[in-house]
């Protein structure tokens, strides 16, 4: 099985329920994925505007995903199809490149997916609230603006709770290397 | 527009999904399909004359059963085909189930048969319009059924259009046998199969060029 399977199911099935931050986790990872096997098969210039298309019709056609099957598999059925209507809207001499599941989530991505486990064990150390602001701002890259307005803390008291979250992460990280 | 912003777009607006939405997508382009299909029957060649006197009987409920089979497996078919990463296999083989029992039927009349007899079960007396009837009858559910599968994701676009086929066939078929007044298990077996098998064939040459999306 993929890898990431366990998790991209569990946001899928969040986001099929409306659960709009795992969705936006969900569509950023993929985008990871889809950039590399596009960008692996039409180059980088052309890659782009693929990824995008398939994530048009990732949302639209969402509601064929079946929680019965495999989401990988779901997902790759999409960004192979697209793949195929790149090729024949082309018409690229070249065959399409023959293909599966494994090659849209490839090891590098699978060191990536380690990575980000690595990441949510460390984070899980902390309160709930301060993780959250942490994820907000630090991983998924949104404005200390933005966590203010969401949360009614102040900026700088967001500020303050981020730096101080991610300083005793850092002790904890500490602490564990000196145990070992 | 940037990736970033498009997924947060795309997030953004985000609705929930219902658990039912493809069948109800089926669903809906089916049954504009048997009402347009019905109509267009009712309006053009009509209902036998005496069919609540042939409902009492096994031959219209042999056509119904066997039509009406091959129409559930068609559209078992269609809704695996119509979504991504699934596989169709299971009910692709089931077909064989109505399509072996409806032939051994046939072979025990034909055996049992003399030459004469034997053309007569072949043909009938509307052999040479009923596949042809089925076809017709199977347009209104054409276009139901590819506006439904133009809302999934088939990817693959031929088998699609040919499990469409299918289901507008068998469904047609079912449709048609309010009219036809043949009742013997061999011209059900011939006719109203290679009405199917017509469209199936028509619906995998249109699959490819209908259903892109």
């Given amino acids: ?180 | 527009m940037q990736t970033d912003d498009l997924i947060a777009r795309l997030s953004g607006g985000l609705e929930p999904v219902r658990s039912t939405e493809v069948s109800r997508t089926l669903g809906l382009g089916l049954a504009a399909g048997i009402a347009g299909s019905a109509l267009l029957m009712a309006a053009t060649i009509g209902i036998r004359h005496d069919i609540i006197y042939a409902m009492g009987g096994g031959a219209f409920w042999l056509k119904f059963l066997y039509t009406l089979a091959i129409a559930a497996l068609g559209l078992k078919l269609v809704e695996r085909i119509g979504r991504p990463g699934t596989d169709a296999r299971l009910p692709l083989a089931l077909l064989a189930v109505p399509v072996l029992v409806l032939a051994a039927m046939m072979a025990m009349q034909m055996m049992s048969a003399d030459d004469a007899t034997r053309h007569s079960l072949m043909m009938g007396h509307s052999a040479r319009t009923c596949s042809m009837l089925i076809a017709g009858l199977a347009l209104p559910l054409f276009a139901g059924l590819f506006w439904s599968l133009r809302q999934l994701a088939p990817t693959r676009l031929v088998q699609a259009g040919a499990a469409a086929g299918l289901l507008a066939g068998s469904t047609a078929a079912t449709i048609y046998a309010f009219h036809c007044t043949e009742s013997t298990a061999t011209f059900i077996a011939i006719w109203y199969t290679a009405g199917i098998a017509l469209t199936t064939l028509l619906g995998a040459g249109l699959g490819r060029w209908m259903l892109r999306w």
């Avoid at chain 1, 950023?28 to 590399?36: F, Y």
């Avoid at chain 1, 195929?84 to 997916?113: N, S």
């Fill in chain 1, 1 to 180: 099985m993929i890898p990431q399977e366990a998790q991209y199911r569990d946001w899928m099935l969040a986001a099929l329920a409306g659960d709009a931050a795992a969705y936006r986790s969900l569509l950023a990872g993929l985008t990871r994925h889809l950039r590399g096997y596009y960008a692996r098969r039409l180059g980088p210039a052309a890659a782009e505007d693929v990824v995008q298309e398939t994530l048009i019709a990732i949302h639209t056609r969402r509601a064929t995903y079946d929680p019965q099957r495999p989401f990988t598999a779901w997902v790759y059925g999409i960004a192979r199809y697209k793949l195929v209507d790149e090729y024949r809207r082309g018409k690229r001499a070249a065959a399409v490149p023959l293909d599966e599941a494994g090659d849209l989530f490839t090891a590098d991505e699978a060191q990536a997916a380690i990575a980000r486990r690595d990441v949510e064990k460390l984070l899980a150390k902390l309160p709930a609230a301060k993780r959250a602001l942490v994820r907000e701002i630090k991983l998924e890259g949104h404005s200390i603006a933005d966590a203010a307005a969401r949360t009614g803390m102040s900026e700088a008291a967001v500020k303050v709770t981020v730096h101080r979250a991610l300083k005793s992460l850092g002790e904890e990280l500490g602490d564990s290397h000196a145990d070992g």
